[in-house]
């Protein structure tokens, strides 16, 4: 297999436009969350350098996964309700006054569509804890979007979460390969999307008729989406898990911004035995 790099945004400025060069790799509506929308474009550009690229030999040029952490500054200190747009907001609120944050989450991790089930992920998420160190952070937080749960999407997270195999770890593999990487199950964050749109929006967005009251079952949708036909609005509110890692203090200050590593060693395995 072809060795791997993983760098970051700030060492490869000139890939950009390449960031969002993911087709395909959530479902259509999950876009349309306002404050991801309004945010995150800008919170990336102001911190690249926790912005992490995986590029294999032969093709330098086009990224075949990438991470992203934020520093944050959750409102009384606990793990907040929102989740992901809690981390968007408090990251841009620090940003504004000029913070640090006080905690640090990884907010998305991607592989492209024909390198997964490589174990990609597992270093990506690896490469985030060390970016995390870099900037004297002792734990990275993630509010995880099980990658399963779209499958059973009436059961409620907390009881799909802690379903477990025979061996002990996490039914579900995207949460297995945070657990395996040294994650821990905090709790669930129940609001840590919402996405409102009108009907016409919703169709366009997933070509279901939504047409009627009540739920409606989307595919890609962790839980259904809340349909109101007579005030033309569906409402998605997606919860997600709170998972902590701790992160390799040795490498807290200093260090290259490229991180080289070579497959199977360190990226061995895989996140969908």
Known sequence: MPSLTLTTLAERSDLADRWDDFPGAWPEFLFHDA?????????V???PDLCVLALEEG???RPVGKGCALPFTPGDGALPATGY???LLG???DRLAGRRGTRISAVEIVVRADRRGRGLSAGLLDALRRVAARRGYRELLAPVRPTGKHLVPEEPMGTYAHRTRPDGLPADPWLRTHVRAGGVLR???PCSMTVTGTLAQWRAWTGLPFDAPGAVTVPG????VHCVPDEDRAVYVEPNVWLTHSVPGSNAVG?????RVSRPTTLGGTIDE
């Open 221 to 224: 949708a962790l839980v259904p």
């Open 35 to 43: 404050v991801a929308e309004a945010l995150y474009a800008g919170l």
């Open 187 to 189: 709790e669930v964050a």
């Open 45 to 47: 550009a102001a911190h």
């Open 255 to 259: 260090g290259s911004p490229v991180l």
């Open 85 to 87: 747009d809690a981390v």
């Open 91 to 93: 990251a841009a609120a």
């Open 59 to 61: 093709e330098p040029d």
